[in-house]
């Protein structure tokens, strides 16, 4: 494409120019290129020169990558030397958030006020940036990750060393910081904080040796952290420690603990319970799931007029099986994927109220398991050879199979059937979880629905394993900057369901949008400038929803002092 000039002579002599903007194109017929019109500017004599002008600055600045060069760096046409393009629509948007939601502003009123104030904040916002960006170690976060790979200016003088004390600094004031920051971020998004959602995690180290000494902190002695206890990720042989995290129902973090490796979940109630006192969070009712049940943790929990809604483990409760999921009785529909029934089992004092939930999406999940697994079982039993003896080898590992061994028994002659009464127990459970709440005030559909937002909880659980903040490794070995980078994670987490929660998506969704804004530097005629990229529609959109103002378009700009 190119602007052509076109003469035609008068009969006086003179000549005339026109300007028009065509491109080449190729010419079947004629088999050669040809001039193809797209505009007629019209006659060059009459032409608006100053608007020729500024179509060519308009080309100019979308070929230069929609930079907005001013006119008096660099005149239409000049070169320009390219530098660098980093990231910048992340960091942008969490510090925003950040501010938004009073991290920034509480972090610095904690900070000791002098002239040589330690930049605590900026460090904390700098880790936290990076979780949600581009998770990497402290260390690596402070040799590449500032200095190369996004564009966060302010934290470039910041250094390692910094860095650690600025988790210390975090693991001292973190209690004062989670709840200020807690009910600032509940009354900037109205959260309902009558159900408060409490789980535990586990992440292992790659080390051999659990810890023995025991830490010393403002006076206080910690239990050693990284112990072997039971790993949700069946990784029993690796040191760990436990994470305990308490959600609002829309999935906005409460508070989150760190408890040694061998902790179990049934013990830690106590313990949130206490930490959670003078919250303000009027008639909460505590959530937990199967781990969490226990005669000691019911007590604890009512005691006070606590309320609770627990996940019963079916399958080691003789009172679920027996007085529950066999009383008769019919399911009330919820909405399209839930069903509730209630169950009163006891007198008195002892009187239980069970809630049994049948998930329909769930249930048809597990119907068509169950099919497929009968499926291959019946190939299995077809390749067993019915004159060989009963106790084959491939006969014992059937029946031994976790996958298999439920459906077998025993028929005539010890050979292998399948167990058409387990497979008719197994089809009455398809779907159905079992709850116990001694809320009296709560309908069946709202304990069933209550329970249901559980799954937010270990969606959290799962992004702060993943790639989506990835949590482990850690690569600190001191109890309290264990805790520390957890507490960063669990920033993150906020941020991140702040962002969702305003714009109806996924943070990963969110972020890759994000990335198409960046901040770009260029040199040209000795003068440097960076300067943030045109947004795209989508990040315009994302920003909109956010509430956050877009970056400004010119970053920095430094000249060269002339000689």
Request: aromatic share 6%; net charge positive; proline share 5%.
């Amino acid at each position: 494409m190119y602007l052509r000039t076109t003469q035609r002579r008068n009969k006086d002599g003179s000549v005339v120019a026109y300007y028009q903007l065509a491109e080449t194109r190729w010419d079947p017929a004629k088999r050669r290129p040809t001039a193809h019109i797209i505009y007629n500017f019209g006659r060059a004599d009459a032409l608006d020169r100053d608007a020729l002008v500024r179509l060519a600055r308009s080309i100019t600045r979308v070929c230069h990558g929609g930079l907005d060069v001013p006119e008096e760096v660099a005149p239409p046409g000049e070169a320009l030397e390219l530098e660098w393009a980093r990231p910048l629509g992340v960091v942008h948007v969490a510090r925003a958030l950040w501010e938004e939601l009073g991290i920034g502003e509480v972090l610095r009123g904690l900070e000791r006020p002098g002239p040589h104030r330690a930049p605590h904040e900026l460090a904390l916002f700098t880790m936290v940036a990076n979780r949600l960006a581009e998770p990497l170690s402290k260390l690596a976060c402070d040799e590449h990750w500032v200095p190369e790979r996004v564009y966060l200016p302010e934290a470039e003088g910041l250094t390692l060393e910094q860095l650690y004390f600025a988790l210390d600094f975090l693991d001292t004031h973190i209690e004062a910081l989670e709840r200020e920051i807690f009910f600032r971020t509940a009354d900037l998004f109205r959260a309902d904080v009558d159900l408060i959602f409490w789980d535990t995690t586990t992440v292992s180290f790659e080390v051999d040796e659990e810890d023995t000494a025991e830490e010393t902190r403002r006076g206080t002695t910690l239990p050693p952290l990284r112990k072997r206890g039971h790993n949700k990720e069946g990784r029993d042989h690796l040191p760990q420690v436990v994470v305990g995290l308490a959600l609002t129902r829309d999935g906005l973090p409460v508070r989150s603990w760190v408890f040694p490796g061998n902790t179990v979940d049934a013990t830690t109630v106590a313990l949130v319970k206490e930490s959670l006192r003078g919250w303000r969070l009027g008639q909460a009712i505590f959530v937990g799931d199967a781990g969490m049940d226990s005669a000691a943790n019911r007590q604890e929990l009512a005691r006070g007029l606590g309320h609770y809604i627990l996940a019963m483990p079916i399958g080691k409760l003789t009172e679920v099986q027996q007085d529950v999921l066999s009383r008769p009785g019919r399911f009330h529909q919820v909405n399209d994927h839930l069903e509730v029934k209630e169950v009163i089992v006891g007198d008195g004092a002892r009187q239980r109220r069970y809630i049994v939930c049948r998930n329909l999406e769930e249930a048809e999940r597990q119907r068509q398991h169950r099919e497929a697994v009968l499926a291959a079982l019946g190939q299995e039993l077809d390749r067993l050879d019915p004159q060989a003896p009963a106790h084959t080898k491939r006969a014992c590992e059937l029946v031994a199979s976790q996958r298999y061994g439920r459906y077998l028994l025993r028929g005539p002659g010890g050979r292998l059937a399948i167990n058409e009464a387990a497979v008719k127990r197994a089809a009455r459970m398809d779907g159905k979880y079992v709850l116990l709440t001694n809320d009296d005030t709560l309908t069946p559909e709202d304990v069933g629905l209550g329970y249901k937002a559980m799954m937010l909880i270990e969606a959290c659980f799962r992004r702060m394993k993943t790639t989506g903040l990835r949590i482990r490794p850690v690569y600190h070995w001191t109890g309290h900057r264990i805790a520390s980078h957890v507490k960063l994670c669990v920033l993150a987490l906020l941020l991140q369901r702040a962002a969702e929660i305003r714009t109806g998506d996924t943070w990963r969704h969110i972020r890759l949008i994000l990335d198409e804004v960046k901040a770009v530097r260029y040199r040209v005629r000795g003068t440097t400038i960076v300067q943030s990229t045109r947004l795209t529609p989508q990040a315009a959109t994302v920003l909109k929803k956010l509430r956050v103002a877009p970056p400004e378009r010119r970053l920095a700009v430094e000249r060269e002092p002339s000689c």
